[in-house]
């Protein structure tokens, strides 16, 4: 099989996961306590769940794209 065919290449395909493993990290961070009618928890208010998390979030997603238009290197 002729691999100039594929758009993407191994490194491709590796920073595409690297980039969606910190978007779920990302996501993970934004998980914790939540509020009921009973009872407020001012940790959703935190800075990690309202500020670290988005940021990191944002990253793997930016990761991703230059994942998705890095140019494979020809031989």
């Known amino acids: 099989?002729?691999?100039?065919?594929?758009?993407?290449?191994?490194?491709?395909?590796?920073?595409?996961?690297?980039?969606?493993?910190?978007?779920?990290?990302?996501?993970?961070?934004?998980?914790?306590?939540?509020?009921?009618?009973d009872h407020f928890e001012p940790d959703i208010f935190s800075a990690r769940r309202v500020k670290v998390a988005p940021v990191v979030c944002l990253l793997g997603f930016v990761f991703m794209i230059y994942a998705v238009l890095r140019k494979p290197k020809g031989n």
Not at 1 to 30: H, S
């Open 1 to 37: 099989m002729n691999k100039e065919k594929f758009a993407f290449d191994k490194i491709n395909f590796i920073l595409l996961a690297v980039g969606m493993a910190v978007v779920i990290i990302g996501f993970l961070l934004m998980t914790g306590p939540v509020s009921t009618p």
